[in-house]
């Protein structure tokens, strides 16, 4: 049985993806509306009913936006650790206080109303676990949020890493993406852009920091130094609209792989507003 993989969407106002082995669905993060990751999956053939799990990196709004809507309706069980599970449910709250939404009906909306809406399976960072018949790995990646975390999804076949949203790369995080044979890697931003653009100091700041996002050089960079002959397939992930182009990241990334001689590797940049081509391995 091949594992099938699509990026439902990514970019700095929302990320999903989804993977599918033998006998296993999974969301990776639901940044966008429930009505979109639905629409997402359509055009895949897939649908969330069939979900078997949504597993959450952190708790910022364009990694689970539509977490509440579709896990909360659906019962798909909620993957993640605890002070995620904490972060995320206080977003919701504030949300929602003083709003009307038929989710949450009936509640006084405490944040234990939150957490009993949906069907949380907690691990802790650096924990593996098997979810069917696949191994998920977690490593903790520098980003500031409560706990934020990268995957490593182990198939049968293939090696899927995530490590999105990281203002630096440590060694840690390296370590545990070398193994990867399809990355998806953050490159957030093309600096000159950045410093150049009308957002405020303290916001590039925070960007540029070593718990913001990674620029398209340092995803380069990260690249280089996690290269192996197994590496075969390569998303360029997370790109800013205002701070980045899809042709100036790919353009710094083919630089990198070409200097390298790694031409084994196939990359590209994933969109915001529309699914990747479905990868089946």
């Known amino acids: 049985m091949s594992v099938k ?10 990320n999903c993806a989804y993977i599918e082995t033998g006998d296993t669905r999974v969301l990776i993060d639901a940044g966008f509306s429930p009505r979109q990751i639905r629409q997402r999956l359509a055009s895949i053939g897939r ?8 597993l959450i990196t952190h708790e ?7 977490l509440f809507g579709l896990a909360e309706k659906l019962k798909i069980p909620v993957y993640c650790n605890r002070e995620t599970q904490q972060a ?6 504030e949300k929602w206080n003083g709003k009307r939404d038929p989710l949450f ?12 809406k949906l069907d949380w399976r907690l691990f ?13 790995e977690t490593f903790p990646i520098p980003h500031d949020a409560q706990d934020p975390v990268g995957f490593l999804l182990r198939t049968h076949s293939v090696n899927i890493g995530f490590a999105t949203d990281l203002g630096h790369m440590t060694k840690l995080v390296l370590e545990r993406i070398r193994a990867a044979n399809v990355l998806v890697l953050e490159s957030n931003h093309d600096i000159k852009l950045l410093q150049e653009s009308r ?3 303290a916001l590039k700041q925070r960007i540029l920091g070593r718990h913001g996002h990674l620029s398209n050089e340092a995803a380069a960079e990260a690249v280089e130094q996690i290269m192996s002959a197994d590496l075969k397939h390569l998303y360029l992930a997370h790109l800013s609209r205002e701070c980045n182009r899809p042709e100036i990241a790919m353009r710094v990334m083919a630089g990198r792989l070409d200097q390298i001689g790694a031409r084994h590797t196939q990359f590209q940049a994933a969109a915001q507003d529309l699914p990747c081509a479905t990868l089946e391995l």
């Not at 995320?88 to 709250?93: D, G, S």
């Not at 802790?124 to 998920?136: C, I, K, P, Y």
């Open 105 to 116: 009906d009936g509640m006084d909306k405490t944040i234990d109303d939150f957490l009993a």
């Open 88 to 93: 995320t449910a206080w977003a919701f709250k």
């Open 47 to 54: 649908a969330p009913e069939n979900l078997s799990a949504i």
């Open 124 to 136: 802790q960072t650096g924990d593996r676990f098997e979810l069917g018949d696949l191994l998920v």
């Open 199 to 201: 957002r405020s100091w």
């Open 60 to 66: 910022h709004s364009d990694h689970i936006c539509g």
């Open 5 to 14: 993989f699509t990026i439902l969407g990514s970019g700095s106002a929302g």
